[in-house]
């Protein structure tokens, strides 16, 4: 067992198994050094969204927040699947998020706070910490609060 995986049962953090993508969906592409990971959101291991609603209206911002943190979970484990060892990872890049927000809702940083510090939990803060965005929409699939996608730089 790898020192990610290690931190992840440490963590109480099991990943999920992998869910069947839909038609057209690539959870992955790798170019070069670098992992481009499709948008991601709040599911169970069994892939049903565990959270539906727009920040601010019917999902509280703590609740975004846990949110948040679970889908980078699924984003953990989509890179696990593709690279077999999270050890691989050299360095969360860029993260993307997207919150579903109520029309008065302006914390969406603190939203992506859920996905970020886990990302340094799990990797530390020299390989976990990462430029990234928090962009308010007014609807994303399934109605889930939140969606991250990720760029990761890997290590052979």
Do not use: C, W
């Amino acid at each position: 067992m790898g020192a990610i995986e290690t931190k992840l049962r440490e963590l109480g953090i099991e990943l999920p198994t992998k869910v069947p993508a839909g038609k057209g969906l690539v959870p992955v592409v790798r170019h070069g050094d670098l992992l481009f990971v499709s948008g991601h959101g709040p599911a169970s291991n069994d892939g049903t969204l565990l959270y539906r609603g727009r920040v601010g209206a019917e999902v509280s911002s703590e609740d975004a927040y846990q949110a948040a943190r679970a889908a980078g979970i699924q984003l953990l484990r989509s890179i696990r699947d593709y690279l077999g060892d999270l050890d691989r990872v050299d360095h969360i890049v860029k993260a993307l998020g997207f919150v579903n927000s109520a029309d008065d809702f302006h914390e969406q940083p603190a939203v992506m706070h859920g996905f970020s510090d886990l990302m340094i939990e799990v990797f530390g803060a020299e390989r976990g910490r990462h430029a990234r965005s928090a962009i308010g929409t007014s609807n994303l699939p399934d109605n889930q609060p939140v969606e991250i996608e990720l760029i990761v730089a890997v290590r052979d």
